[in-house]
């Protein structure tokens, strides 16, 4: 026998969140908790039998392990073929990216992003469409569905791919075929931008830092911009892949990165810093003495992708998720593109991507991309950024400073508050739900309320509707605040208040923008009273 069928049983808590399943690394090791998730992945889409799928992730701890047993159930439930990345990495663009060239019918990519990994952090598996893209909300609930009826899983145990050794392999009736993870990505960015100006300014003594956090940028970022482009060795750093990012949050905000935001204002602070999070789908973007908020960065690159060859023809336009601010949205209007507001996760993009209505997308949580591939792409983003800033000659802060003279400034900050007890942070959210038709009219902290809703999200493309995507509170003067919960924590709830305010007049456009903020905080803090509820005097995090 070289297959199994093993029996199992529902298991509570497999509904995957806003980007795939992510738990305790220890709970996907639990026996057969994996196997039960994969499996309802299968069957919730039909089934894998003479499918080709992409596997891959982000190199975290049990990556390796994981790829193993899905090539094992992908052979033992009758897939045709497996392409997969050598030692099971891929990051999440350039899987997206293989997906699409290969025409494959689908991948599973192995992450939790910027959770932390290692034995006592964080696990996740994720199942992409044959499209590329994050599968949207009616194919999760299928797989969500089929882990609650689940009986059985099918896993191949007569052998193992060597997943180091490049080329074709067998897996009883199952063709697996282990690429480089890279070369496919690089050439795909070698035809959207010109190498030839960036390396040109590489070359001529502008120094870039980009920081991969230990985790799947590295190789990529080390091919693209030191082989390829010609930057100097050791442009890139924390290069290699680490099972536990080095112990920390390969995550790309002044808080995780704050050795790169120190250089970045040291006195010979490079021209231009970036980092990228585990599986290489977040960027985070930095001049000298200059952060540029991901909002800011989608603003500036939907403005002046026509600078890069792969977008010279200009944009269908733009998208952004609801939380993020509307500087993207100033610009559409400007050049006359077409804008979007979708719900939190880049699933919400597919569709309008695959219609040809938008070009480029972005969140606030350092997410930016474009329809080369149906993710965010963290290197794609820095690559544009380095195409403009070649192009146009300037440095990251006077873009900034021309960008914010055009258009005004969008003040924007989220404010994270992490492991907030669940049912104090629900309570939190239900209390300023059942006011929210009441607010109107009300004073907080000197603000007036505008308007209050609960955000929902009709598709122009396919109609489906998506509801409960956060609540929104609009005052006199166009500032806004916007409360979520995290649909990617593994512990307690995270409260998201994403705050925003708009500054059209030229002398007040440099200010911090915690400073810029403080009107909208205060009224935020008068209206839901988080630091008494939560008892903390601050929050965990601010981007
Ligand atoms: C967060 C971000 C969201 C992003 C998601 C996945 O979700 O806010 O914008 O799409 O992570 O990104 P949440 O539900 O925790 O707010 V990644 O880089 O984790 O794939
Ligand atoms: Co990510």
Not at 98 to 120: F, V, W
Not at 159 to 169: E, F, K, M
Not at 523 to 534: D, M, N, V
């Amino acid at each position: 026998m070289t297959q199994q069928t093993v029996a199992t049983t529902p298991i509570a808590g497999q509904k995957p969140g806003t980007s795939g399943l992510r738990k305790k690394t220890r709970v996907f090791m639990a026996p057969g908790y994996l196997e039960n998730y994969v499996q309802a992945i299968f069957d919730g889409i039909g089934g894998v039998a003479g499918k080709t799928l992409v596997i891959g992730g982000d190199g975290r701890y049990f990556n390796e392990t994981a790829t193993g047993t899905i090539l094992a159930m992908a052979a033992a439930n009758g897939a045709a073929r497996c392409i997969v990345g050598q030692g099971g990495l891929l990051s999440t663009p350039a899987a997206s990216h293989l997906i699409r060239t290969r025409g494959a019918d689908g991948g599973l990519i192995l992450s939790a992003s910027h959770n932390p990994g290692g034995p006592d952090a964080d696990f996740g598996v994720k199942y992409n469409g044959p499209n590329g893209g994050p599968a949207p909300e009616a194919v999760t609930a299928a797989i969500h569905a089929r882990t609650l009826d689940i009986t059985e899983y099918h896993v191949f145990t007569g052998g193992a791919v060597a997943l180091d050794r490049l080329g074709q392999a067998r897996l009883g009736n199952m063709a697996v075929e282990v690429v480089d993870p890279v070369a496919d990505y690089a050439a795909l960015m070698e035809e959207l931008f010109d190498f030839e100006a960036i390396s040109a300014l590489l070359r001529g003594g502008f120094r870039v830092r980009f920081d991969a956090m230990h985790a799947v940028t590295g190789p990529y970022a080390r091919e693209i911009l030191e082989t390829r482009l010609g930057a100097p060795a050791g442009t890139v750093v924390n290069a290699v892949p680490d099972p536990t990012f080095g112990g920390g949050h390969p995550d790309p905000n002044p808080v995780w990165a704050a050795d790169l935001m120190a250089r970045m204002q040291a006195e010979d602070a490079p021209d231009f810093g970036a980092a990228s999070d585990g599986d290489g789908d977040r960027n985070m973007i930095l001049g000298r003495n200059c952060y540029v908020g991901p909002s800011d960065s989608l603003a500036v690159l939907a403005d002046r992708a026509h600078l890069a060859p792969g977008y010279a023809g200009g944009l269908a336009g733009v998208a952004r998720s609801m939380p993020t601010s509307a500087a993207a949205d100033r610009v559409a209007e400007a050049r006359g593109m077409a804008c979007y507001e979708t719900p939190t996760g880049w699933k919400f993009f597919g569709n309008l991507l695959d219609a040809g209505r938008v070009t480029l997308c972005g969140e606030e949580s350092a997410g930016t991309g474009s329809a080369h591939v149906r993710e965010k792409d963290g290197l794609w983003a820095v690559l544009l950024w380095l195409n403009i800033l070649a192009v146009s000659g300037k440095s990251v802060a006077g873009l900034m400073t021309d960008h914010w003279a055009r258009y005004g400034r969008n003040y924007y900050s989220r404010h994270d508050y992490e492991g907030v007890d669940s049912a104090v942070a629900e309570a939190i959210m239900a209390d300023l739900e059942a006011r929210l038709d009441d607010l109107p009219g009300a004073q907080a902290a000197g603000l007036t309320v505008a308007r209050a809703d609960v955000f929902s999200y009709h598709d122009p493309v396919d109609g489906s509707v998506a509801t409960a995507q956060g609540l929104r509170v609009f005052f006199e003067g166009g500032a806004r605040v916007v409360l979520r919960l995290s649909g990617t924590g593994t512990e307690g709830a995270t409260l998201r208040l994403y705050l925003e305010r708009l500054e059209t007049d030229a002398g007040a456009l440099h200010q911090d923008p915690q400073a810029a903020l403080a009107p909208v905080i205060a009224a935020t803090e008068a209206l839901t009273g988080i630091a008494a509820r939560t008892g903390r005097r601050a929050p965990d995090v601010m981007t």
